[in-house]
């Protein structure tokens, strides 16, 4: 573990000095905004650190929240904000194109899994095979994320509603959950892992990137149903998580569908010279990409666009960084 974080940091340092010169192009300066979706804590701490390195005149400003509360503080509280990276793309789609931003790259996955630490209740005794019967019983205590806020909290519901084909086990989620109060869904993912560390609670829904970077154990799920394979995104659709809308007031149905992470510059960016390098250095496979591996965070290469049309719309650095694909 300790030669894992050495060899981590280690990359994280060098890709300053594995892209172009910073004489050759043009050096950004000022505050630049980014609100993320609390997942993608650790890789972007370190991208931050690597991207302010090569631009020592631009100060990055991180505001970590759930992806939906993200895209809220831009639609609704008209926060400033330069880039804006989701953990399910979808919510940029749905919140904030076309009004608030043009374009949507999808730049990485995740797959759901269950985790817990050597003092949760019945750690010895949890597996792949038996986990949905430790969560049934009373003296277990377990959370997720708040699907309303949270992509990870409705993926959470999605995978209790897929157990239920994939065990044979009809009125299963409905189960669970009844053991699951409702003081133990919190607004980010990455809330709960304090809580799993402490004692005070014994399992969490969170991605496997997370897991790997908190030094969580972690049970694997079979790929049916951990949303981690876009292979059995026909499977997942099955799974319908009702959360709250555009709106206020307002509902809407997310599907189920394989985990893919989105970022988008925003159409007024306070510092939109400062934004396209971020942006370029996020995708660039020797800069924000391969901290995103190292960081178990499995990046897109290449990261893509949905069509032409959006690839169109994209400005010259990224182009040539990003494809069309599915």
């Not at 979808?90 to 630490?117: G, Q």
Request: glycine share 6%.
């Amino acid at each position: 573990m300790l030669l894992l974080k050495k060899s981590f940091y280690c990359i994280c340092f060098l890709v300053v000095f594995l892209i172009l010169p910073v004489s050759a192009v043009a050096q950004p300066a000022g505050k630049l905004i980014i609100f993320h979706a609390g997942s993608l804590t650790v890789p972007m701490a370190s991208i931050e650190r690597a991207f302010e390195a090569r631009y020592p005149k631009v100060d990055v400003l991180r505001e970590v929240a759930g992806s939906q509360k993200c895209a809220r503080k831009i639609s609704e509280l008209k926060k400033p904000c330069d880039i804006m990276a989701s953990a399910d793309y979808k919510v940029i789609d749905k919140l904030l194109i076309p009004e608030f931003a043009t374009w949507n790259i999808r730049f990485a996955s995740n797959r759901m899994v269950l985790c817990y630490t050597d003092t949760s209740a019945y750690a010895g005794q949890i597996s792949p095979d038996n986990w949905y019967d430790i969560l049934v019983r009373p003296d277990v205590i377990w959370g997720h994320a708040d699907p309303n806020v949270d992509p990870c909290g409705y993926r959470s519901l999605m995978v209790l509603q897929l157990a239920e084909n994939c065990y044979r086990k009809p009125g299963l989620a409905k189960r669970l959950l009844k053991n699951r109060p409702l003081a133990n869904i919190r607004p980010k993912s990455v809330e709960l892992i304090s809580l799993l560390q402490t004692g005070n609670m014994d399992y969490a829904w969170e991605y496997r990137s997370v897991a790997i970077q908190h030094g969580l154990r972690y049970i694997e799920l079979p790929a049916s149903i951990n949303l981690g394979d876009y292979r059995y995104d026909n499977d997942y659709r099955q799974a319908v998580v009702t959360v709250t809308g555009k709106k206020p007031g307002t509902t809407m149905d997310i599907k189920g569908k394989s985990i893919t992470y989105g970022v988008t510059l925003i159409k007024d960016a306070p510092n939109r010279e400062a934004a396209e390098a971020f942006m370029a250095f996020l995708l660039s496979p020797d800069g924000g990409l391969q901290i995103l591996k190292a960081a178990g965070q499995p990046p897109f290469d290449p990261p893509r666009v949905a069509d032409q049309d959006d690839f169109n719309k994209l400005f010259p650095a990224l182009k040539k960084l990003v494809t069309v694909g599915q």
